[in-house]
Every structure is written in structure tokens, then in C-alpha cells.
């Protein structure tokens, strides 16, 4: 019997910034009890890609380091958080680099210390500035479509939307925006904050979506190497249904027989 | 936002359920925006001088104790013995004299903390935005300055002389350090002075403005209760600790991203348990007299308060492990402006 051939993750690898990745979960390292609890979640699910905030990290090294935690072939994505506008987040990517950790800088400004949504304005300026002095920028942003090509024209290797406010577990509230983003950008959409949930992890993939970033709903878990690769599975499961082309959802139910035959009835 | 009736009955409601109901809201908000980490600090007093007569306070102009003001080489031996405890977040404190404890002594002070500590904060007497600005950018990065209580008449009977008598000038410092540039500012009430309920409830308000003009700002709170100190003849009213425990509830509720900051001056047992309440950063091995890090002598001092929760930085931060939190001692950094 011939059977249909069938589509594979590997087909379409994921790339940005000039690197290949097998997976396209992406996790925060804020919030966890103990630096343990991090390690195994970054090995329970396969990540590759890893963020710390350089305001955590200690630089003059007689605490617990961060990094010693993280595999060494884990790309280490800082990020700029603390920034409240474009020179301090520009700033804190120097220091960064400097300290040694690398040219990848996840743009995160926020001036806003209420509902911490990023400012757009400011990350347009940071990216434009920091890709041009060599950086590989990946902006946090409010899912704007003309921000986001703003964005493309400044260099950036990925956009960041977010699905909703920071820590908030509310899933996918801007889903309508970021599968416009989808649509329109080619750089590779990365679901960052509010995502609670694998489930809700699953449906950004099947929208599109390059890949999805969490972090509070693995720290905040009772076991959160568990939920992590739960996490990595349901965003392989949700990859393969875009791959798949799943059916377009519609409201309301398909007339089985054609209305419009009667035209060319004999 | 609560209201005043509403505050008024929650903190009249002697139910244990009710309590526990709170505390259980309470810690879900916690886990969910603060996770499981804690960030310490501690505090270091600069000078105990003080050119305003706050009744209910130890250093206050009128009061027969010891001044002194760190010289240089003291605060680098201040400075340099809790640096070597890992503490990387200091709060520098002062008595309220302009005269003794200028800006320019102040400036001095933050850039030798540049040296020990990679985030500096000032609780010291209120001033103008202009000098905010140069501590700002000297390298302090939080301000704390609390109101005491924000009945007018009640302030009025308690701060009988000196700059601090100007309510308003004080009630508009949070605006001013915001317009610096400063990062952190922290607000609060003195327990025991004024009514609880009617304090928060304006202290409540007061912080929602600050959010609402100067969004970028990160704010916290803290909620000092005030204690009997020996030959002051001040007497303030008692603040027992269910009344306590709700004022933190209430505040992580309604203030989510808000810190709380707990000092030293409240019981380890207490301590340990507001963890999982809603504080988010607490003291630890804290020194309140001028001095009292590496003093030979340290009993004959006169603290600001009395310590209660005397554990050491390594003891605290294996009480934190053992309670599941992570300890942050780095929590910011100054960012050199050879970066800029």
C-alpha cells in the first residue's frame, strides 16, 4: 500500500541570527526557587535557546552564578530588562558584551512598571542601534504591524510579540495581531509573555508562529522541569499541525451539496 | 480601587477565615508576578545627626545621644564589612540635617558604595529634584521617603521643629525624585502614630498617583511599626501582628508589582512567614547605628531601632533555600556611562 508521505519537523529548521535550532521553545530564567529546578527544565526540554536578564546576573562572581547552570551549548540570549528607554537598554547590551556574554540581545524597554508593556517607540530605536554595531537583536514588543516592519528595517533577526502581559498566564489575548504579524513579516515571530500554558504554547505554532518563549508558568509549576517539556512537546505538536495545513476553522456549518450546481444541471 | 469603608471593614474583620482567605489571594498574586525569589538588602547608617524634632524618634534633634558622622575612611570599613557578606544592595541612611549631611557629603558616600555594591539606595532628608539629579547621577538608583502618617494634624503634633514640618514639601518628595531619574522609590507610613485604616487608605492613594504621573518608576512600599524607645517618653499605639499581616496582604493584592520591603526590626518568625505573603525584599544582618558594622563597642551605640531578627546573611539565605525561595542579591547595576 502506498502511503502518503509525511511532513517532518526537520524539513523546515529553524533559523535566525545565522544558527540552526532543533527546538522552538525558548525559556526565561526569572522567578524559578533555585537554580537547580532551572538546569532540569533546560535539559527536560531540549531548549536551545535560553534569556537571562543582565541585571541578575553577578558580574564580580562570589554568588551562585547563573551560568554555571546553563549548558555551554545553549545560546545565551540576554536581556535588557530594567531598560527604560533606548540608551539604558543599548547601554545594558554593551555591558553585556563587554562582561562576555555574547552579541545576542533579546530588546526588552519598558517604561511602564504597572502592566511592564514594552515601549515600542524606544525598541525601534535600540534595535536600529545595536544591530548596526553588530548585535543580534530580537525585540519584545507590543504586536504592532507597523512597528514590526519598523523593526525588520532596523535589523532585527525575530520579533517578539507578546500574547499578553508579562506573567499574566492569560494565553493568546493579541491573537489576532500576532497572526498578522505571521502573515506580513518574514522574520520569525517569537510568542513571548502571558503564554500559562502549553496548550496555549501549541495554538501559537499552529498559527504560525516560529517559535514561543515562557517562562512564569515554568518557574510558578510545582514541577517545573515537567511542565517545561510539556511545553517543548505541545510546541512540536503545534509546529507539525501548521506543517500539516490543518483546516481552516469556520463558523458555520459547509452545505454538503453545492449551491450554486443547480447553474449546470441538464 | 478599595475604598475607605471597605479597608475599614476588612481590617475590623477579626475572622480567621476571612484572614486566611486574604493570605491565600495574597500568596497567589506573589508566586505569580515575584515567583519564588527574594531580594535582599541592608542598611547602613551614615550620620545620626538630625536638625528636626520628630517626637517618636530616636535621633531627633532633641534627644541626649551620641552624634556621629562617618568619615570616609569609616564608611569604606562600613562599606567593605558587609560587602564581604554578599550583600550587593545597600540602603544608605542619614538623620534629617541639611547641614551636617549635605548633598555633597551624600554624593560622596554613593560613589565610594560604587566601589562595594552594585545597587545604592538613599533614605535620607527630602530635596529638591535638581539634587536628586546629581545623587542620581552620582550612581543611587532608589530613594526612600516615607510620609509618617498623612493626617495633617496628627503630623503636626509629632514633627515639632524643623525642615521636616512642612508637610507638603515632604508629600511632593515622591514627584521630585521621580522627575531625577531615579529608579526605585519607596513610600511608607509609621505604624503607631495616626489611624491604620485612614494612613493606608491615603499612603494607597498616594502610590496610585505616582503610578499613574510616573509610570516608568518602580515603587515600593514599607510598613515600619513603631516601638517604645527607652527614655524617648513617646508611647505610640500598638500595631498587633493580624493587623500587620492583613496590610501586607492587602497591599500585594492591590499592588501586584509593587514591592514590599520588611526590615529587621520584626521577629524572624514573623519575618518567615510574610515571605509567602507578598514581601518581596528583606534585610538581613542589619546594623542600625552609625557605625554599629564594625564598631568595637557596639553596645554603647544608640540604633535608630532595635534589631529583632539578628540571623547573618549566610543564615538568612539558608532559611530562604530551605523555604523554596531563590535569594537575589544582584538585582540591578549601575550602568557605567562609558557605555553611553
Known sequence: ?266 | MITLTELKSILADSRPRRLEELAREAYRVKLQYFGRTISLYAPLYLSNYCSSHCTYCGFHSHHRIKRHKLSDEEIHREMAHVAKTGIENILLLTGESYQVTPVSYLKEAVGIAKNYFSSISLEVHPMDVDEYRELYLAGADGVAVYQETYDRKRYAEVHLSGQKRDFDYRFETPERIAKSGIRNISLGILLGLSDIAEDVFELYSHLQGMEKHFPAVEYSVSFPRLRTIKGLGFEPSHTDDVTFVKLICLTRILFPRVGINLSTRESPKLRDHLLDLGVTKISAASQTAVGGYTSEEPDKLDPQFDVQDERSVEEIIKMLKAKNYDPILTDWRTIPATFS
Open chain 1, 1 to 266: 500500500m502506498k502511503t502518503q508521505q509525511q511532513t517532518t519537523l526537520s524539513e523546515t529548521p529553524f533559523v535566525m541570527g545565522g544558527k540552526e535550532f532543533k527546538s522552538r521553545f525558548l525559556l526565561g530564567t526569572g522567578k524559578f526557587k533555585n537554580k537547580t529546578d532551572l538546569a532540569e527544565s533546560i535539559l527536560s526540554s531540549g531548549t536551545q535557546i535560553v534569556t537571562v536578564a543582565l541585571r541578575r546576573i553577578d558580574l564580580e562572581r562570589h554568588e551562585e552564578n547563573i551560568l554555571e547552570y546553563i549548558p555551554k551549548e545553549t545560546t545565551l540570549l540576554v536581556n535588557t530588562s530594567g531598560a527604560r528607554n533606548a540608551d539604558e537598554a543599548v547601554r545594558i547590551a554593551r555591558l553585556a558584551k563587554e562582561a562576555g556574554y555574547g552579541n545576542w540581545i533579546k530588546i526588552e524597554v519598558i517604561n511602564d512598571s504597572k502592566y511592564l508593556l514594552p515601549d515600542n517607540a524606544e525598541t525601534i530605536k535600540a534595535a536600529a542601534m545595536l544591530s548596526q554595531e553588530g548585535f543580534i537583536v530580537l525585540p519584545y514588543m507590543y504586536p504592532d504591524l507597523n512597528v514590526a516592519r519598523e523593526l525588520v528595517k532596523a535589523g532585527a533577526v525575530s520579533i517578539m510579540p507578546l500574547g499578553s502581559l508579562i506573567g499574566s498566564n492569560q494565553g493568546l489575548k493579541t491573537k489576532e495581531f500576532i497572526q498578522i504579524l505571521i502573515n506580513e513579516i518574514d522574520l520569525p515571530i517569537i510568542v513571548d509573555a502571558g503564554v500559562g500554558r502549553p496548550s496555549q504554547a501549541c495554538e501559537a505554532m499552529e498559527m504560525g508562529a516560529s517559535a514561543v518563549l515562557a517562562n512564569t508558568a515554568v518557574a510558578t509549576a510545582g514541577n517545573p522541569a515537567t511542565i517545561a517539556k510539556a511545553f517543548a512537546r505541545a510546541i512540536e505538536a503545534g509546529r507539525l499541525a501548521f506543517l500539516s495545513k490543518l483546516p481552516v476553522e469556520k463558523n458555520m456549518a459547509n452545505p454538503s451539496s453545492p449551491l450554486t450546481g443547480f447553474l449546470f444541471e441538464q
